[in-house]
């Protein structure tokens, strides 16, 4: 495509003097995460440290986007010229100056931060990141630029193939790009897993002069956080996808739905469509196809994430979900055919049109072709952005590419597919994941997360907690769902105080089953998931917390009591100055003591005793 020729030429430039070898460079890991451990500091002492060492004109210093190896942020990649970058880890600015003194100035890797070197072979003892743990058993599509890049950089995303998908386009019919998507069996990966063709020959058929197609990056689960670092690290694949999305069934509009507690996300996003803009490619007409893209801010409802509430929040009406039929593809946004994909989908369908189906099909199960990214957060050893390809073990995830429990702690459970998936236990390690194998037994594989649960949570208590949440988001409109919720906490609650009844595992089961048959949209059928499978797998903790009365896991507070140890006690006074109620009291040189009373069970007194003298039971 003329439009990209001379800017391929300037990209190839760019790209070769930003990659080679031959130039020293420090690039700090800057996406949300990044940044919440602490990044923005470490660019003052980068330059300090320069200056100091006379480098300040012979190193670049780049900005990126999240690499996945969340655990070890803040992370700073350091080449020295003529040899391989080496990835440090969890860098205080405090090690910013030893850094740049030893790798650049004397040529000596700093062991003990170092995480993994960016070549194919063992550098100064360190090992190449394609064989760190996490990445080893990792299949990069999507994420193939995140962390790579600099992600506000056009030219880069171009030097990488950047739309090479959308021009491959303008040389097929939009059948024939649907046929190409369809092919390459790309299921929808918000998580309904919808086929990506099948839904795009819906809107494409459709008798109308306007269309429209949508991004949805409203990612609202709870430790989910995969579409958010897919649009700081590479936003040009989300725009190009977009871009093939609205070729393929004749719109001339894209909506890209983000919600505003992602800043950076969003300032990412207008820079590349103003990138785009300005190269031609948008609110230009290339042939016989013009598209422009507008974003959308959501302002934090869960339920925005289906999509027809989304629609609703974009007409400016109140977010809450419509009746089916009609479709969005025949009647959508403004009552127009509409088609809408989240952030994954789009990035991987530039992908799939740069590369061809056969490429991505290739890749996972008969029924579930591709990769799947997935966030790990809970109590997990290594937290972060994967992805793998589809029908991967769940144990490899969880012990091999998560290192397994933090802590030394005995692996309980996962939540798959956030406030709407269910939890899964380690008699699954091996089940496969794709969304068949997940939804057998009863969990979903949702839009990616995964919370990891360690032998110290209470299964009860986390039903409780992701129905909390769902309850809250729920936008109210259909009865299952707004009084469901609400009939299921209460009887969550009185279980987690002491106060449950064998009648109530009845109640919750019909309550559940009722939602999921009943209730409008996905929030409301989804929500008994975590309930119904920690009954399915946990029901022995339900039956401590009813018929004995206790909390296995000693972890709702209605049922632990606290009391202490008079020979570990040290007679310090923590426990009593960290208590809200004067519960723990005593006098120096002797042992202190709990006053059963006045103790609210808080677990104060045992978050600050420092000799384990505080007991739970």
């Known amino acids: 495509m003329e439009i990209l020729k001379s800017l391929r030429e300037e990209a190839a430039k760019a790209w070769e003097d930003f990659s080679s070898p031959d130039k020293a460079r420090i690039m700090v890991g800057a996406a949300t995460c990044g940044k919440a451990a602490g990044a923005d500091a470490l660019f003052e002492k980068i330059d300090e440290a320069l200056k100091a060492n006379g480098l300040e004109e012979k190193v670049d210093v780049v900005s990126t986007g999240c690499i996945g190896l969340c655990y070890a942020e803040p992370l700073v990649e350091i080449r020295k010229a003529g040899e391989p970058s080496v990835l440090y880890g969890k860098v205080k600015p405090s090690d910013i100056a030893g850094l740049v003194k030893s790798h650049l100035v004397d ?39 995140t962390g790579v890049i600099d992600p506000e950089s056009m030219l880069h995303y171009l030097a990488r193939g950047g739309y090479k998908g959308f021009e491959r386009c303008l040389d097929m019919t939009p059948d024939q790009v649907i046929e190409e998507m369809t092919k390459s069996g790309l299921r929808g990966r918000g998580g309904a897993g919808f086929p990506t063709g099948v839904k795009w020959s819906f809107a494409r058929r459709a008798q109308n002069d306007v269309k429209y197609v949508i991004c949805n990056a409203d990612e609202g689960d709870p430790g989910a956080f995969m579409d958010r670092s897919v649009l700081e690290g590479d936003p040009h694949s989300v725009i190009e996808g977009l871009m093939i999305a609205g070729y393929a069934i004749g719109a001339k509009c894209g909506y890209i739905y983000v919600r505003s507690e992602y800043p950076l996300a969003i300032k990412r996003l207008q820079n590349a469509i103003k990138q785009a803009e300005d190269a031609g490619l948008l609110k230009n007409k290339i042939g016989d196809f013009y598209f422009e893209i507008r974003i959308k801010k959501g302002a934090g409802a ?37 088609n809408i994909n989240n952030v994954e989908t789009l990035a991987a369908a530039s992908s799939i049109m740069r590369e061809g189906a056969d490429f991505y099909s ?144 009845e109640k919750l089961k019909k309550i559940c089953m009722s939602m999921k048959q009943s209730a409008l949209c996905g929030l409301g059928q989804t929500a008994p998931n975590p309930i119904l499978t920690t009954l399915r797998y946990f029901e022995d903790e339900y039956m401590a917390h009813i018929k004995d009365k206790r909390c296995p896991a000693l972890a709702c507070s209605g049922l632990v009591t606290f009391e202490i140890d008079a020979e570990k006690c040290r007679s310090c006074g923590m426990c009593s100055r960290a208590c809200p109620t004067g519960a723990a009291h005593g006098a120096r040189g002797q042992a202190y003591s709990i006053d059963t009373e006045k103790c609210i069970s808080c677990s104060a007194c045992y978050q600050a005793c420092k000799f384990g003298a505080v007991i739970r039971k």
Do not use: W
Not at 305 to 333: D, Q, Y
Not at 446 to 462: A, I, L, Q, T
């Open 107 to 145: 040529g000596k890797v700093v062991e003990k931060k170092a995480v993994a070197v960016m070549a194919d072979e063992p550098f100064q003892g360190v090992i190449p990141f394609k064989k760190h743990p996490m990445v080893e058993l990792q299949k990069r599509i999507v994420l193939r630029n």
């Open 362 to 505: 290739a890749l996972g199960t008969e029924k579930s072709k591709g990769t799947k990214t997935f966030s790990l957060a809970g109590k997990i050893e290594r937290t972060g952005l994967i992805e793998v390809e589809m029908g991967i073990p769940l144990g490899d995830i969880i012990n091999k590419i998560g290192g397994g429990c933090a802590d030394g702690k005995k692996f309980k459970a996962v939540q798959s597919g956030g406030p709407s998936g269910g939890c899964l236990t380690a008699a699954h390690l091996s089940v496969p994941v794709d969304y068949e194998n997940l939804a057998a037994q009863g969990a979903i594989m949702g839009s990616g997360g995964m919370v990891v649960m360690n032998e110290d949570s209470c299964m009860v208590e986390v039903a409780k907690f992701f129905l909390t949440f769902t309850g809250k988001e729920s936008c109210g409109k259909c009865v299952p769902c707004r009084m469901g919720t609400q009939h299921a906490l209460k009887i969550l609650t009185r279980i987690c105080d002491g106060q449950g009844e064998l009648e109530d595992i």
């Open 302 to 338: 869960f339920v925005c994430g289906e999509e027809t509430s989304l629609m609703g929040s974009i007409e400016g009406v109140r977010a809450m979900p419509r009746s089916k039929p009609p479709f969005p593809a025949n009647s959508g946004l403004f009552k127009k055919p509409t």
